[in-house]
């Protein structure tokens, strides 16, 4: 399995700010996703992030507004950029390992 | 495209009492992973079981079983000898391969009451 740990595991921002999320796995990974769950909603993709080269978006979710960076095998940043009350979600990332893939524990976010 | 369903937005169990939460799911693709995650109140997503589309048997971890039927496409987790622990959100995903991201279904939350 891969332990991995996101910081911060909270936070509260105001509006039009940008909030950076780290991602670190004890492991090296190629492959690793960043997906967003909205109260009381499932999760939804954002993002795959492979190590050196641009990450791949999905529909509705735009490098401008959720760039992401992959400097290596083991680490990656996800920033949520000019923040509004409808980015406060749960933000988590995972890594595929063996067949299964892992989460982080998620960070919480609130937009006032 | 993939697709999972849960119709159980919310599930009721005696502790003690075994559970079964129901997912079915759609795709095209040839071989595929089901996979099972629990999310209490804290948020994090904890990993369950996973059964491969080839697989011969269903999965087993501990308490829980995916009773796995391919030609009815479901994949439903059975949760015997339920805990007050076992309160939470259950996600039911899929992916075509280890590498690829999930595709989520909409959740059941599960109440084990004592």
């Known amino acids: 399995s891969a332990v991995i740990s996101q910081k911060p595991s909270r936070d509260i921002c105001q509006r039009g700010t940008s909030l950076t999320i780290q991602c670190q796995v004890d492991?090296?990974?190629?492959?690793m996703f960043w997906y967003r769950q909205q109260p009381g909603q499932s999760l939804t993709l954002i993002a795959t992030a492979n190590q050196g080269s641009e990450a791949t978006y999905e529909s509705g979710f735009v490098i401008d507004k959720f760039p992401i960076s992959r400097p290596n095998l083991t680490f990656s940043t996800l920033t949520v950029s000019n923040m509004s009350p409808e980015d406060s979600s749960i933000y988590l990332c995972?890594?595929?390992?063996?067949?299964?893939?892992?989460f982080g524990p998620g960070t919480r976010l609130l937009v006032l | 495209a993939q697709k999972i369903t849960q119709t159980q937005p919310g599930m009721f169990v005696q502790e003690k009492e075994a559970v079964t939460l129901d997912c079915t799911y759609d795709t095209s693709d040839p071989s595929y992973g089901l996979f099972w995650y629990k999310q209490p109140s804290s948020g994090e997503m904890i990993f369950l079981i996973y059964?491969?589309?080839?697989?011969?048997q269903n999965a087993t971890e501990g308490r829980y079983s995916l009773n796995f039927q391919k030609a009815r496409k479901s994949a439903n987790l059975v949760i015997s000898a339920s805990q007050l622990g076992d309160s939470a959100m259950y996600f039911c995903?899929?992916?075509?391969?280890?590498?690829?991201?999930?595709?989520f279904g909409k959740g059941t939350r599960l109440s084990v009451i004592a």
């Open positions: 059964q491969g589309s080839y697989d011969q």
């Open positions: 492991s090296q990974v190629t492959m």
């Open positions: 995972s890594v595929a390992s063996a067949e299964t893939q892992y």
């Open positions: 995903a899929m992916s075509p391969s280890g590498n690829t991201p999930l595709v």
